[in-house]
């Protein structure tokens, strides 16, 4: 005669009916295995409710033939965006703009002395320099304005080149271009070739602080879109120079200091980035199709410790800095990054 539980045969157990969907060979399983453990004091309604607590609580193993939808993976730009808003409010955090870096020896093989002649030291520059450039950016809003996932910044940029080298002059800094920006950016819909894209517009400033004869400046607005996938971003930003007036005289503060800067900066700015086992190549290139005159600038950077990295960067063309816009040279440095671009 079957075993009993509380009065009732095992095989009256095995009659009841499947619990949560599972497979009856597991729920009878469980039954089983209950009775086995069993003292003779359940009832037979609590051990069905121990069985189906089980069944729901189970995990159920994945069906092999059914094939999970595939998820786009995130690129190394979506990764940034994400890390920048989640820390982007914290009081005691800066979010970077551009590359942060400081390259204790530059090398230049045609220093703009020219533009220096009616300066005390402007013999005395010498080919090696310092260079750094600071780079932040402020969030303007905690939610989303129009889209998901968009923004308001203020951004600010400082590039120093800074004459250590030159003893015999007091060591002077030779110049510093300050940046200042209002931009607003927003992911898109479009996603090419399994991508991600951002759209962007803003507005800038850029100067030299400079007196009369060396002062160098200009506004402009821009448009700006971008798509990185997985390691590789690039940038196309197109920009338009906001007009000033002409001077009246050389030394009058209000009119254009750099009226022709445009035949020699060009109207666009195009960058990109790809980072491959923790080196990051990045390029940045301006053109004038009209005056044949532009700008190109390659970086390299790789971890050393931390968040230091080391950075070496080459550079030919025009406008280095807002002084040297209409010099040509070629520039190489070396020294340390605090971030990337990616």
Same mark, same amino acid.
């Given at each position: 005669?079957?075993? &009993?539980?509380? =009065?009732? @045969? %095992? ?22 295995? &209950? ?11 609590? %051990? ?14 994945? !069906? ?58 402007? !013999? ?6 310092? /260079?750094?450039? %600071? ?14 996932? !968009?923004?308001?910044?203020? *951004?600010?940029?400082? &590039?120093?080149? +800074? ?25 898109? !819909? ?24 060396? @002062? ?6 821009y448009a700006n879109l971008t798509f990185a996938k997985d390691n590789f971003a690039v940038s196309l930003q197109p920009l338009w120079r906001i007009p000033e007036d002409e001077k009246t005289s050389p030394n009058d503060p209000k009119g254009d200091d750099n009226p ?5 900066? *060009?109207?666009? /700015?195009?960058? @990109?980035?790809?980072? +491959?086992? *923790? ?5 940045? =290139? ?17 971890? %050393? ?13 025009? *406008? ?16 340390i990054a605090i971030n990337g671009v990616l």
């Amino acid at each position: 005669m079957a075993s &009993k539980v509380a =009065g009732i @045969s %095992i095989l009256s157990l095995l009659a009841a009916p499947v619990a949560m969907g599972e497979t009856a060979s597991a729920y009878d399983l469980c039954l089983l295995d &209950k009775i086995k453990q069993s003292k003779g004091e359940e009832t037979i309604k609590s %051990i069905r409710a121990q069985c189906e607590l089980d069944a729901v609580t189970s995990t159920v193993p994945a !069906d092999p033939e059914i094939e999970e939808p595939e998820e786009l993976q995130e690129s190394l730009v979506d990764k940034r965006l994400e890390s920048e808003r989640e820390n982007a409010f914290e009081p005691f955090s800066l979010v970077a703009h551009r590359v942060n870096y400081i390259l204790p020896f530059t090398y230049s093989d045609r220093v703009n002395k020219r533009a220096y002649a009616d300066t005390k030291y402007g !013999d005395e520059l010498r080919k090696e320099e310092a /260079e750094f450039q %600071i780079s932040f950016k402020v969030p303007m809003n905690y939610d989303d304005l129009l889209f998901d996932g !968009d923004g308001l910044f203020f *951004g600010m940029t400082l &590039k120093s080149f +800074w004459q250590v080298y030159t003893g015999a002059a007091s060591r002077p800094f030779r110049e510093t271009n300050y940046r200042p920006e209002l931009f607003y950016y927003t992911p898109t !819909d479009w996603k090419p070739l399994d991508g991600s894209t951002w759209l962007g517009f803003g507005i800038e400033h850029e100067s030299n602080g400079q007196r009369q004869e060396l @002062s160098r400046s200009w506004n402009r607005v821009y448009a700006n879109l971008t798509f990185a996938k997985d390691n590789f971003a690039v940038s196309l930003q197109p920009l338009w120079r906001i007009p000033e007036d002409e001077k009246t005289s050389p030394n009058d503060p209000k009119g254009d200091d750099n009226p022709d800067i445009e035949d020699y900066m *060009g109207h666009f /700015e195009l960058s @990109s980035a790809y980072k +491959w086992n *923790g080196y990051e190549f990045t390029f940045l =290139g301006r053109q004038n199709f009209q005056t044949h005159k532009g700008f190109a600038e390659l970086g390299v950077s790789f971890p %050393i410790w931390g968040k230091l990295q080391g950075y070496a960067q080459y550079s030919t063309g025009y *406008g280095k800095s807002l002084i040297d816009y209409d010099h040509n040279q070629q520039r190489i440095g070396v020294g340390i990054a605090i971030n990337g671009v990616l």
